[in-house]
């Protein structure tokens, strides 16, 4: 691959990266204000337009954007390029996809 598509596929990566988890910053920042699981969820919900606000969707966004990240550092590894930085990236995606996929059930 060009070094150019790897640097975009990089980019597009961590954006994708980023942008979960700034969605899982939004429900630790509502979990930090409230005790109660309805008020959190109302409180994590309210941060979406009303066509998003249900949480079975929300995680399905989070679970997309894990997934294209994960996808986006696969081949980044597999090409060689920033390696070890692709490698832990992996693993965190990783996780925080099977923690997205686990609160689902």
Known sequence: MKKQILILLFGLGTLLLASASFLMYLWFRACAQY???EDTK???LDNFPVSLQDA??????TILL???SL???IKAISANFLKPVAVVLVVISGLLLSWNIFSLM
């Open 35 to 37: 005790d109660s699981f």
């Open 42 to 44: 109302q409180a994590y």
């Open 56 to 61: 079975t969707i929300t995680t399905g966004i």
């Open 66 to 68: 894990l997934s294209g």
């Open 71 to 73: 996808v986006c550092f």
